[in-house]
């Protein structure tokens, strides 16, 4: 996470009262939503890979939620390309391809078939304001599967690309489009990555 939510909430008032993290690795924002005071039973974790989550539920608290499955689009069994140089957390659904040559120490030598499902089918009454996402390019696809949920939402924190570092990824502009449908503009962004960044998106018209 580049963006720093507790400066933003700081500085901007923002009032964050749940959370749904997808992409959650090992769960190492949980300190930062215990900052922010967000209701650890409004906290909403997703991770595919079956190794990050056995450790995310090791080190859970028991009142949080934690799921064992991708989002997207579809409800479908799908194989992830799997690293372990970056204790997996560069894995991704989408094929690796710049990402190859501008970390060349990264090398995605496994799959593993997960279980993806769309989340507005979930029929879960998310007690949440925020969406924070770190799927290594399939942010567009995880939104196509978000139409209700993105209704309720009103901020949105997502890792961003302007490069095709995994094969057919979405690029930052398709992101601004797509959201801008529900209302969202894309408020701070940062590139600290080079061509791959994290952005802020807000819901104006009910973010404060």
Same mark, same amino acid.
């Given at each position: 996470m580049l963006l720093d939510l507790r400066k933003l909430q700081l500085i901007h008032k923002y009032k964050f009262f749940g959370v749904i993290h997808v992409g959650a690795h090992h769960g190492q924002e =949980?300190? #930062?939503?215990?900052? +922010?005071? #967000?209701?650890? %039973?409004? =906290?909403?974790?997703?991770?595919?890979?079956? =190794? &990050?989550?056995? /450790?995310? *539920?090791? &080190? !859970?608290y028991p009142e949080e939620n934690y799921f064992n499955f991708a989002l997207g689009a579809e409800n479908k069994k799908? &194989? $992830?390309?799997?690293?372990?140089? &970056?204790?997996?957390? %560069?894995?991704s659904i989408l094929k690796p391809k710049l990402h190859l040559d501008q970390y060349p120490h990264i090398i995605f030598d496994q799959t593993e078939e997960v279980c993806m499902k769309r989340i507005d089918d979930l029929g879960i009454d998310f007690l949440s304001n925020l969406i924070v996402l770190d799927i290594q390019g399939y942010e567009l696809e995880f939104f196509k599967g978000a139409n209700r949920l993105l209704n309720q939402i009103d901020f949105i924190l997502s890792e961003i690309n302007r490069e095709e570092l995994y094969?057919?990824?979405?690029? /930052?502009?398709?992101l601004d489009e797509y959201l801008k449908k529900f209302g969202f503009s894309r408020v701070f962004t940062d590139w600290a990555g080079g061509?791959?960044?994290? !952005?802020?998106? $807000?819901?104006? *018209? =009910?973010? +404060?």
């Open positions: =949980r300190k #930062i939503y215990d900052d +922010l005071e #967000i209701p650890k %039973s409004n =906290r909403y974790y997703f991770e595919p890979l079956a =190794r &990050n989550f056995k /450790v995310l *539920t090791e &080190n !859970a799908v &194989n $992830m390309f799997v690293e372990d140089n &970056n204790q997996s957390q %560069s894995s094969e057919n990824c979405a690029q /930052v502009d398709e061509n791959w960044g994290d !952005a802020f998106y $807000m819901r104006k *018209t =009910r973010a +404060l």
